[in-house]
C-alpha cells in the first residue's frame, strides 16, 4: 500500500525596495523560506538574474535536494547491506541551460560522491548501491533530466574503538 506525503513551504518575497515590480531593475529578488519548526532560508536568484550572491538560489537549492536525497538513500542502502560508511561528501554539480523564450531547464546533475567504508572486500558493493540508490531518491525519481554518479569509495582502517 503506497503512503502520501504532504510537505509545506512558505514562500515570502522580501524584495520590493517600494516601487514593486514596476520594472525588472526596480526590485530584488530576495525572499525567505518558511518551514514550520525550522530555520528560515535566505533565498534570492542566481546573480545572472540579478540575484544577491550571498544567498540561497533555487538551482543551487535543486542540485542540493538531489545530492541530499541520493546521499539519505544510499546510507539507507549501505546499513542494510552491511557496508559501514564512516564518511560520505559530495561535489555535485548542476548544469541549466536558458532557452529562447526566456526560460530555461536543466540538463544534468552529476553526483561526486567520496564515500570512506571500513572494508575493503566491499568497495564493488558500495559503488553499485549508488545506482540502487538513484532508482530509489525520492528527488531522482521527480526530474526530468538525467543525474549521473561518478563515485569514489575509499577504505579506512578500523580503530581499536570500532
Known amino acids: 500500500m503506497s503512503k502520501n506525503h504532504s510537505y509545506n513551504v512558505k514562500v515570502e518575497w522580501t524584495g520590493n525596495k517600494g516601487t514593486g515590480t514596476s520594472s525588472y531593475r526596480d526590485y530584488e529578488r ?3 523560506i518558511h518551514v514550520e519548526g525550522k530555520e528560515a532560508i535566505l533565498g534570492s536568484s542566481d546573480p545572472a538574474f540579478r ?3 550571498t544567498k540561497h538560489n533555487p538551482e543551487d537549492m535543486l ?3 538531489v545530492s541530499a536525497c541520493h546521499m539519505l538513500v544510499y546510507l539507507h ?3 542494510d547491506a552491511g557496508i559501514t560508511v564512516v564518511n560520505y561528501y559530495d561535489n555535485a ?3 541549466m541551460e536558458e532557452t529562447p523564450n526566456g526560460g530555461g531547464r536543466f540538463t544534468e546533475v552529476m553526483l561526486i560522491p567520496v564515500v570512506t567504508i571500513l572494508e575493503a ?3 564493488t558493493k558500495a559503488n553499485e548501491l549508488h ?3 538513484n532508482e530509489l531518491c525520492f528527488i531522482a525519481n521527480s526530474c526530468n533530466f538525467p543525474i549521473r554518479h561518478n563515485p569514489t569509495c575509499e577504505v579506512r ?3 581499536y574503538s570500532e
Open 131 to 133: 545506482h540502487k540508490a
Open 121 to 123: 572486500a566491499m568497495v
Open 30 to 32: 530576495s525572499h525567505i
Open 157 to 159: 582502517a578500523k580503530k
Open 63 to 65: 542540485v542540493a535536494s
Open 77 to 79: 542502502l549501505c546499513a
Open 51 to 53: 540575484g544577491d550572491k
Open 93 to 95: 554539480s548542476g548544469t
